[in-house]
């Protein structure tokens, strides 16, 4: 025990599931202990058994929210990095329209997306529009601060060098910003799931179907807790799946980038 | 004999007539950079240098020296072009800076850091301000692996920055002004972090690239030694506000190497120059509004 605990790379995976292993052992017990019945609160048991009974509807849920949170991630990280870059351009259109992106970014989701769903016909169309309005706006802050924070000795450099606007653009300020834009990468990757499981969360409710929310709503309706349950685990699986997908690439990048790794 | 200053290349009205020293600089190779009766006075009022004037000749090797805070780095920022004078005017080769870059009218800066791109390698690097200056590539491929040879980074040509060590960064920031043929350098402490002996190694390389390629350097440093051993003219500066306080020229034949180190004359203008960054560090006027 004591190897493991100062084994730095297996730790970190050991150990948290060392602790998911004991909660989920004393949840499962307590139920069979205390007889919950399973429409108060399932035990893990009763939640494996929905989850493998609903497979192919669980699962064409599944592919149905990450089909909305992938797409949503990745217009937000195109219309997110390209807004950066025209902030970037000129100080006058930050300021004309920083207080929109803002206004974007303090409006909830659950109160616009209606609306957007209303107006759009199309039910995927409106969840990825939704979705990406929520994971936007920490590509546009990120990478902006990241364009603007160039080290000064290095500007110096160019403007002695005579480097011209777009020599600087490419050259400098994109690569200084790549760890921030990494930074808002990771934090847009969850929130484009939150956000596609909210506005799916409001198209279920107008009857819409599609996606683990709306399974979770229906199973809500007929009290299959159980169902419920497991799509929620699969939900909280797409998220960590992300995360993880988030970090592995951000980790390559800064080691290209040469500001990351292990050899620092 | 006082030679007329060619005033085509200047407006007539961006600088006082009273501002330009006939002194009978020759016109022909015309000084690399000039500073006339230039002022800095910072955005918060402080006097950073007092109206000052310095030509630098073709050739010269120029070092500065004094108590910290003097306005050495503030100096040399206003001959590249860096700062902006808030009084008085700098030429170089008797023209605006505008016209800096071209051919035989190159100027580069070494800063006290090497501020480098972490995200390239050395070779990347170096190659920057050739691709900057849109450089046809093969051709800046060879002259970036030229001055990498000459400076003994040809073997750390793909490694990153914090690869590197101290000296082996600041020589990359070197490579990275020699590579571009550079007619006035401008050095600020480049040295400053090395140790003794790396130092002077490359003071001696600095001293053997300047002659071949006929460089004109104004370079800063703390170290009296290496000002002897450097320069053919050495400028004390003196603090609050920052002036020049004495020059000291140092005729010591090139190339100078370990000998010119060991020999009595390079202790006497040791010894010269020490005396005279004393009187320097002590002759303060008090900060002047
Ligand atoms: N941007 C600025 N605003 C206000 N004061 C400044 C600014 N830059 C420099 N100074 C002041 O001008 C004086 C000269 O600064 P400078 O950097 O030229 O000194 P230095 O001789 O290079 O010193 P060191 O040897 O420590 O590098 C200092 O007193 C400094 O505080
Ligand atoms: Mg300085």
Redesign the pocket.
């Known amino acids: 025990m004591t190897t493991l605990l100062h084994n730095r790379d297996l730790l970190p995976v050991v150990a948290p599931i060392a602790i998911g292993a004991i909660i989920l052992g004393g949840w499962q017990v307590t139920c069979t202990v205390l007889a919950v019945p399973d429409y108060l609160f399932p035990a893990p048991s009763s939640i494996w058994h929905a989850l493998c009974g609903n497979w192919p509807t669980l699962f064409h849920a599944l592919l149905g929210t990450l089909k909305v949170t992938l797409m949503a991630f990745a217009i937000a990280v195109i219309t997110g990095t390209l807004i950066a870059l025209l902030f970037a351009q000129s100080r006058l259109i930050e300021i004309s329209l920083l207080p929109y992106a803002i206004m974007l970014q303090v409006t909830p989701i659950v109160a616009i997306a209606p609306l957007i769903i209303i107006m759009i016909d199309d039910t995927f169309i409106s969840l990825v529009l939704c979705a990406a309005a929520v994971a936007i706006f920490p590509i546009i802050s990120n990478t902006t601060i990241g364009l603007k924070a160039v080290d000064p000795g290095l500007l110096a450099y160019f403007r002695m060098a005579r480097a011209s606007r777009w020599q600087q653009l490419v050259r400098l300020r994109i690569p200084s910003a790549v760890p921030f834009f990494l930074a808002g990468l990771r934090i847009a990757s969850g929130l484009s799931l939150i956000g596609a499981v909210v506005a799916e969360f409001v198209a279920g409710t107008g009857g819409h179907s599609s996606g683990l929310a709306y399974e979770i709503l229906q199973a809500g309706f007929q009290l299959d807790m159980p169902r419920m349950f497991a799509a929620l685990a699969l939900i909280t699986f797409a998220g960590v799946a992300m995360a993880l997908a988030m970090a592995g690439l951000s980790r390559l990048a800064l080691t290209w980038h040469g500001t990351g790794g292990d050899d620092q | 004999m006082t030679a007329p200053v060619p005033l085509d290349e200047v407006p007539l009205d961006a600088v006082p007539l009273d501002a330009v020293p006939l002194d009978g600089a020759p016109l022909d190779p015309p000084p690399p950079v000039e500073l006339l009766s230039v002022e800095?006075r910072?955005?918060?009022g402080?006097l950073?240098?007092e109206p000052t004037t310095l030509r630098v000749k073709p050739g010269e090797f120029i070092t500065i020296i004094?108590?910290?805070?003097?306005?050495?780095?503030?100096?040399?920022?206003l001959a590249s072009g860096l700062a902006e004078p808030s009084d008085g005017r700098v030429w170089w080769w008797r023209g605006p800076f505008a016209r800096v870059g071209e051919k035989t009218r190159r100027l580069a800066f070494v800063f006290?850091d090497p501020t480098l791109m972490p995200w390239a390698s050395v070779a990347a690097n170096v190659r920057l301000p050739l691709d900057i200056g849109h450089v046809d590539p093969t051709e800046a491929d060879d002259r970036v692996a030229a001055v990498l040879a000459e400076l003994g980074l040809s073997d750390r040509a793909t490694q990153r920055p914090r690869q590197l060590s101290g000296g082996m960064r600041m020589r990359t920031s070197i490579a990275r002004a020699l590579v571009t043929d550079p007619d006035l350098l401008l050095m600020?402490?480049p040295f400053g972090a090395l140790d003794e002996l790396s130092r002077n190694r490359l003071d001696e390389r600095l001293l053997q690239l300047s002659a071949e390629r006929g460089l004109t350097t104004m370079f800063?440093t703390?170290s009296i030694y290496e000002a002897a051993f450097l320069s053919t003219r050495v400028i004390v500066?003196a603090?609050?506000p920052?002036r020049i306080y004495a020059e000291h020229t140092i005729d010591a034949p090139h190339p100078r190497g370990e000998a010119f180190r060991l020999s009595p004359a390079f202790a006497d203008h040791a010894r010269e120059l020490t005396r005279l960054l004393t009187a320097a560090s002590l002759d303060t006027r008090g900060n002047q509004p």
């Open positions: 800095k910072f955005a918060n402080v950073g240098l004094g108590p910290s805070g003097c306005g050495k780095s503030t100096l040399l920022k006290q600020d402490e800063v703390h500066m603090a609050n920052g």
